[in-house]
């Protein structure tokens, strides 16, 4: 099994991975702009395999939860079966 992690708001009522546009319609409306943020902190490359960029978008996430002062984000998983 492998998982997949996103970044949400504790009050977005939407699910990441199933109601993305939803989601990221709700994200913004409020001003979050959650995947910009990600997008600058995350270091992805089209040099890296999907793997590694995966890896970096965890670690992007983990950071910012980790410097998130107004403690609204939250890390989500959904689990994947590998083919």
Avoid: H
Avoid at 52 to 58: G, S, Y
């Amino acid at each position: 099994m492998n998982s997949s992690y996103m970044i949400t708001t504790f009050d977005n009522p939407f699910d990441p991975f199933e109601q993305f546009t939803q989601w990221f319609l709700f994200d913004v409306e409020k001003g979050y702009n959650t995947c910009s943020y990600l997008g600058r902190i995350a270091r992805t490359s089209e040099q890296l395999s999907e793997e590694e960029n995966d890896l970096e978008i965890e670690r992007a996430i983990d950071e910012i939860i980790k410097y998130d002062f107004r403690n609204i984000y939250k890390k989500v998983k959904k689990k994947s079966s590998a083919a």
